[in-house]
């Protein structure tokens, strides 16, 4: 008995010697920034807004490729070099979506988000031609304008009040725009934000940042008896029989439409719903997808139009150009309902939106996990198993890639100047957004509604931004700035 027990440990010892040891010795050749032998880089990262300056720092000094230690978990590698991120982005055969990803799944289910490999290629084929159907696109600008327009009346309200943060109602608004071309539903976020619908995906989204932060909520067996597991399995039900009762609803109706066959699709459900009649989705692909959708565009879109909006009040002369073009454009400012076409003339708006996207790209990192080992040259293998990190955020803030990264300069999206995969807030790859289009046609839509109503200023008294990385990027003390009537036409 002694002996067998001796026997078993000294196994579980060999295991894990050779899970670590495996790892360590070919990611000898890799830099990593001192840390305790212990607690690895733990104590580096006790101030959450601090993380993203100190990784980006250690990029920089280190170079595009930084093993970081988090005990208990494995140790992991940090890129942001380009030519790296290259190879990692367009490979499925060595990389998958990370671990944490699954966090998602109770929610999200197989959506495009959370999908492994085969099912992900599969259902990426049949949705990429819906999110660039034209007259889908279309049909969203005219849903982006109405919700912009009680958007504004929000924002009326807080006029001359010095200091707003200004990213809650961005965030109802998005949602807003979300439901309604993801499922033809009216929540009212932006007037209700009480209600039971937005509650739940909010609470869904605050219970998965808390899985990742708290190291015991990560196995499944304990989770289980957390307080998160009862409130999500609370907010899934709610979620799951919200979808239900549209589709019963939408199958009633379209009874009544069945002699026109050619009914127009006017929101994603309508498109899934077609692929489900072709037996190419199951109902629960098409519920999966419905909540990746929502998921994926809501936050990540709602964080893009804050910044681009705090980026703009603290520059008056780049408003000021923003202003010019889009009386270029309409001839005045009060303009209402833009067309998709004028969306698509604001290219001005555009590279100012990628020049916030670049200093907050809205998903500061995302995870991968590689399953086959993937060499790299000069004897730096990536092995089989590894946790790595896509940095984003530290990719934007390399001067390497972009000289003086600290500074709005929309500028330097002129041309034809920036190198493959260094600016990556869609990601890049087969596995890149899928939103891109959507999500720049409501940013644009959004912004330009905002600054031809508001002429925007930094908050007073004067605030420093504290960006925290959540699920998306975040600023601790909100993303303030203030409003004033714009008068001028
Ligand atoms: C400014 C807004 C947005 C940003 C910055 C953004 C960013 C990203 C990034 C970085 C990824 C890759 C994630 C990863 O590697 O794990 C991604 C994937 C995805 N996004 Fe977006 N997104 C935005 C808006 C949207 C919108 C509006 C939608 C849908 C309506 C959407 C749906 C998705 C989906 C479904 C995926 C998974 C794609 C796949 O794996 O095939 N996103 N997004």
Not at 71 to 81: M, Q, R, Y
Not at 208 to 217: C, H, I, M, Q, S
Not at 288 to 297: A, H, K, M, P, R
Not at 396 to 419: A, D, S, T, V
């Amino acid at each position: 008995m002694f002996l067998a027990g001796i026997i078993l440990l000294a196994t579980i010892s060999a295991i894990l010697c050779y899970i670590i040891f495996r790892n360590n010795t070919h990611l000898i050749n890799i830099p990593k920034p001192p840390c305790s032998i212990l607690l690895g880089h733990i104590l580096h990262f006790k101030d959450s807004t601090k993380i993203l300056q100190i990784l980006t720092n250690y990029t920089i000094q280190y170079g595009g490729l930084l093993r970081i230690y988090m005990p208990p978990t494995k140790p992991s590698v940090l890129i942001t070099d380009s030519e790296v991120l290259q190879v990692l982005l367009t490979s499925n055969k060595e990389v998958a979506k990370a671990k944490d990803y699954n966090f998602c799944k109770p929610w999200m289910g197989s959506g495009l988000l959370t999908s492994e490999v085969d099912k992900w290629k599969c259902h990426r084929r049949i949705l990429t031609p819906c999110f660039g159907r034209l007259s889908l696109l279309k049909n969203f600008t005219d849903v982006f304008d109405s919700f912009g327009n009680i958007l504004i009346q929000k924002l009326g309200a807080k006029v001359n009040n010095k200091d707003i943060d200004i990213f809650p109602l961005i965030k109802m608004y998005s949602l807003d725009v979300l439901f309604e071309t993801s499922m033809g539903l009216s929540v009212n976020a932006q007037e209700d934000i009480e209600g039971e619908y937005v509650k739940s995906l909010e609470r869904m989204c605050e219970i998965v940042v808390n899985r990742l932060k708290t190291p015991y909520k990560r196995f499944n067996f304990i989770y289980r008896f957390t307080e998160d597991y009862r409130k999500q399995t609370e907010a899934i039900k709610i979620i799951d029989s919200f979808f239900y009762n549209i589709i019963k609803t939408k199958r009633q109706s379209d009874g009544t439409k069945k002699s026109n066959q050619n009914v127009l699709e006017t929101t994603f459900l309508d498109l899934l719903l077609k692929i489900y009649e072709d037996d190419e989705f199951t109902m629960t692909d098409v519920k999966d997808e419905v909540n990746t959708f929502l998921f994926g565009g809501h936050d990540t879109t709602a964080t893009g139009i804050a910044f681009t909006l705090y980026a703009l009040a603290r520059h008056p002369k780049i408003q000021e150009k923003v202003i010019e073009e889009q009386l270029h454009i309409f001839g005045k400012l009060n303009k209402n309902s833009p067309s998709y076409e004028d969306l698509q003339n604001m290219k001005y708006l555009e590279i100012v939106i990628y020049e916030a996207l670049r200093l907050y790209p809205p998903i500061p990192i995302t995870g991968r996990r590689i399953i086959n080992d993937v060499h790299l040259g000069n004897g730096v293998i990536l092995p089989k198993n590894l946790n790595v990190c896509l940095f984003i955020y530290g990719c934007h803030h390399n001067p390497k890639y972009f000289p003086e990264p600290e500074k709005f300069k929309p500028e330097r999206f002129e041309g034809n100047n920036i190198l493959p995969y260094t600016f990556l807030p869609f990601s890049s790859g087969p596995r890149n957004c899928i939103g891109k289009k959507f999500a720049i046609l409501q940013m644009k839509s959004c912004i330009s509604k905002i600054v031809r109503n508001f002429d925007l200023q930094p908050s007073d008294p004067e605030y420093i931004l504290e960006l925290v990385p959540r699920m998306t990027l975040a600023a601790r003390n909100g993303i303030r700035l203030s409003i004033k009537k714009r008068t001028s036409d």
